[in-house]
C-alpha cells in the first residue's frame, strides 16, 4: 500500500490500472506526456502536481504550470509515481494521469482556484473551462451585460463573448481569452460579490452618444446600468431586454432615466447620460461596501 492510499486519498483499485477507461475528470487526452511535451495537458499534469505538493506532498519538486515537460516536471512525476507505487519511468501515460488527476480531485473537490498556467480560449474544454462558466453564469445574475451559457467544459463562442463582455466592464483587454490577468480577475471578482462586496464596473464611453439603431457590446451594458438602476429608483418604468440592439424600447428606457436624473432628456446616451448610468449602476451595488 502506497503512502498516498494510506493517507486516505488515494485508493487504487485492483481493476484500476488496468482498465483503460476509468472515470476520472478530464479524462487522459490519448497521448503520452514526457520530456519535450507542451500545452494545455502538460499545463494542468503541472498543476495537479504542484497542488498535490502544496495541499499534502511537499516532497514533491515545486513547479510552474507552464506548459513545457522539462527536466523539473520528469522529477516530479517520477517522485509522484514513487509515492503512488507506479512504475517511476517520468512519462505520463493512462495510469499516471488517471492516478495524479484522481489525487488531485480528492484534495480540491472544487479546484484550487489558481490560474491553470495556459490561456484558455476558444476550443479549449476541461474542468477549468467548467470553472470559468460557472463563475461567469454566477456573475452574470448581478452584471447583466454577461450573456448566461450552458456549463459544459466546452469553450465556444457564448463563453467568449462572456469573457469578453467581463473583461470591457473589468479594466481588462477585451480579448475574449482567459489568460492570468483575466482568471484571477474573474475569480476576484466572484469572490467580493459573494462576500457582498460587489465590484464597481468600469465600462469605456463608446467615443460617441449611443441611439436607436446601434448594436453592440455598450448598448448591452447600457441597457444593463439602465434596467438595474431604474428596477431600484423608479419600479413602474419597463424593463428591457438585454439583447445588444437599440430599438425603440431602449430609446423609452433612456429618456426615462434621463427624466428621473434631469439629465436632457433626447433618448440618446451620450457622455452624460453614459456617465450616470455607470455611477449609478455602481452606486447601487456596491453600496454594500460602504
Not at 510552474?64 to 527536466?71: A, I, L, T
Not at 517511476?88 to 480531485?105: E, H, K, L, M
Not at 424593463?239 to 432628456?265: C, I, N, W
Request: one cysteine or more; charged letters at 25%.
Amino acid at each position: 500500500m502506497s503512502e498516498l492510499e494510506r493517507a486516505g486519498l488515494f485508493a487504487l483499485e485492483p481493476a484500476f490500472a488496468s482498465d483503460p477507461r476509468p472515470t476520472v475528470d478530464p479524462p487522459y487526452p490519448g497521448k503520452l506526456l514526457r520530456m519535450g511535451s507542451s500545452g494545455p495537458e502538460t499545463a494542468l499534469i503541472q498543476r495537479c502536481l504542484e497542488g498535490i505538493r502544496t495541499g499534502r506532498y511537499p516532497e514533491l519538486a515545486p513547479l510552474s504550470p507552464d506548459g513545457v515537460f522539462g527536466q523539473k516536471t520528469r522529477t516530479a512525476v517520477q517522485q509522484y509515481q514513487a509515492l503512488a507505487g507506479l512504475a517511476a519511468d517520468g512519462i505520463v501515460g493512462p495510469d499516471s494521469w488517471n492516478s495524479i488527476v484522481t489525487t488531485y480531485n480528492a484534495l480540491y473537490p472544487e479546484g484550487d482556484g489558481r490560474w491553470p498556467g495556459s490561456t484558455l480560449h476558444p476550443g479549449s474544454r476541461g474542468p477549468d473551462v467548467v470553472r470559468m462558466q460557472q463563475k461567469l453564469n454566477y456573475l452574470a445574475n448581478l452584471y447583466t451585460a454577461i450573456n448566461r451559457q450552458t456549463v459544459d467544459g466546452a469553450y465556444g463562442s457564448r463563453m467568449e463573448a462572456a469573457v469578453r463582455r467581463f473583461q470591457a466592464q473589468f479594466g481588462l483587454t477585451a480579448d475574449g481569452a482567459v489568460g492570468r490577468a483575466t482568471w484571477e480577475r474573474i475569480t476576484s471578482v466572484q469572490a467580493n460579490a459573494e462576500r457582498g462586496e460587489p465590484d464597481g464596473v468600469l465600462p469605456r464611453y463608446p467615443g460617441r452618444p449611443l441611439r436607436r439603431g446601434d448594436k453592440g457590446d455598450g448598448v448591452r451594458f447600457l441597457q444593463s446600468y439602465l434596467n438595474e438602476t431604474l428596477r431600484a429608483e423608479d419600479p413602474g418604468v419597463s424593463q428591457v431586454r438585454v439583447d445588444g440592439s437599440f430599438g425603440p424600447a431602449t430609446e423609452a428606457l433612456v429618456k426615462s432615466f434621463q427624466r428621473h436624473f434631469r439629465l436632457a432628456e433626447d433618448g440618446a446616451a451620450g457622455r452624460d447620460t453614459w456617465g450616470v448610468a455607470v455611477a449609478e449602476f455602481n452606486r447601487l451595488v456596491m453600496r454594500g461596501r460602504a
